[in-house]
T-cell receptor
Framework: GAVVSQHPSRVICKSGTSVKIECRSL??????MFWYRQFPKQSLMLMAT?????????EQGVEKDKFLINHASLTLSTLTVTSAHPEDSSFYIC?????????????FGQGTRLTVV | LAKTTQPISMDSYEGQEVNITCSHN???????ITWYQQFPSQGPRFIIQ???TKVTNEVASLFIPADRKSSTLSLPRVSLSDTAVYYC?????????????FGSGTRLLVRP
């Protein structure tokens, strides 16, 4: 399957700082990217959907000013956690899709473990 | 978007066949059914996708009845390395609300 690379895989930051997570589709053009957050023993929670060249669509309860998403090209989307706090510590996962038809699958990055101290 | 319901957990033994059923009563005409596998601290991995009847690949089979209100993922002869969480997703539609929503998933434990 296609490859989606997420970087960094693990990051520790101080409270109040910002952290940027990159998601790259390495061998296909991703028209749509999804960002998820996952807490221990829980399912993936969709945070936002971004389409290349347009503003991201955030799910209810997700602060768009805190979780900045940029999808400037067909191979790169970034999630910036601004003014991070310990409660933002979580596992963040991106997914990319090239929805050429209705049975297009989505490919996931390996995830980023964010720890805010 | 169709909501999915799966068993929270399942236990099995090495070498057995495991069947995980997912209910999606409100599936739309255009929705496909996709299953993903997730290991701890990793992103989900695609297993199989189908629309109706039966689909088989090198790792699993997917059975979908005619009414498409449920689907069953079948893992033949599981091994310890199949211990993971399995998610059933529906809703890969092409409209503006295209998104992937995960349900609770099924935590499969394979014992020796």
């Amino acid at each position: 399957g296609a490859v989606v690379s997420q970087h960094p895989s693990r990051v520790i930051c101080k409270s109040g700082t910002s952290v940027k997570i990159e998601c790259r589709s390495l061998d296909f053009q991703a028209t749509t990217m999804f960002w998820y957050r996952q807490f221990p023993k829980q399912s993936l929670m969709l945070m936002a959907t971004s389409n290349e060249g347009s503003k991201a669509t955030y799910e209810q309860g997700v602060e768009k000013d805190k979780f900045l998403i940029n999808h400037a090209s067909l191979t790169l989307s970034t999630l910036t956690v601004t003014s991070a706090h310990p409660e933002d510590s979580s596992f963040y996962i991106c997914s990319a899709s090239n929805r050429v038809n209705m049975n297009t699958e989505a490919f996931f990055g390996q995830g980023t473990r964010l720890t805010v101290v | 978007l169709a909501k999915t319901t799966q068993p929270i957990s399942m236990d099995s033994y090495e070498g057995q066949e495991v069947n995980i059923t997912c209910s999606h009563n409100n599936i739309a005409t255009n929705d496909y059914i996709t299953w993903y596998q997730q290991f701890p601290s990793q992103g989900p991995r695609f297993i199989i996708q189908g629309y109706k009847t039966k689909v088989t690949n090198e790792v699993a089979s997917l059975f979908i009845p005619a009414d498409r209100k449920s689907s069953t993922l079948s893992l033949p002869r599981v091994s310890l390395s199949d211990t993971a969480v399995y998610y059933c997703l529906v809703g890969l539609s092409l409209d503006s609300s295209y998104k992937l929503i995960f349900g609770s998933g099924t935590r499969l434990l394979v014992r020796p």
